[in-house]
């Protein structure tokens, strides 16, 4: 058995039912054993559900971090745009274009 392979699978078919993630989270060998059909040694059932949390773990890391990062950049790109505004209307343009470089290149924009 592909242990990545199964862990992947079993992570898509959690993240797919709601309630099958419940039960998962309530009693993980018993879920897991209905999910197999088959009736694994305890050893090798607890390095799935480690496997499969920490994956549902890093996934959701992951879509906080990115949603997080869509904020302040969301952000970012309102204070330049304020920055500019007030450095348009003091006939500062270069000023302006400086601001909104700097914070392009803080976040990553060229």
């Known amino acids: 058995m ?3 392979a199964k862990i992947d699978e079993l992570v898509q078919k959690l993240k ?3 309630g099958l993630a419940k039960r998962f989270f309530k009693d993980p060998i018993k879920t897991l054993e209905d999910l197999l059909g088959v009736d694994l040694p305890d050893e ?8 499969i ?3 549902l773990n890093s996934e959701e890391m992951g879509e906080k971090v990115e949603g997080f ?3 302040v950049e969301g952000l970012a790109d ?4 304020k920055l500019g505004d007030v450095a348009d209307k003091l006939g500062l343009d270069d000023l ?3 601001v909104g470089d700097k914070l ?3 976040f990553g924009k060229k």
């Not at 090798?44 to 496997?51: D, F, R, S």
């Not at 309102?78 to 745009?81: E, F, L, M, S």
């Open 53 to 55: 949390k920490a994956k």
């Open 44 to 51: 090798q059932v607890k390095a799935l559900i480690e496997g």
């Open 78 to 81: 309102k204070v330049g745009d």
């Open 69 to 71: 990062t869509d904020k």
């Open 96 to 98: 302006a274009n400086k």
């Open 104 to 106: 392009g290149d803080l």
């Open 2 to 4: 592909d242990i990545k």
């Open 16 to 18: 797919a039912d709601d």
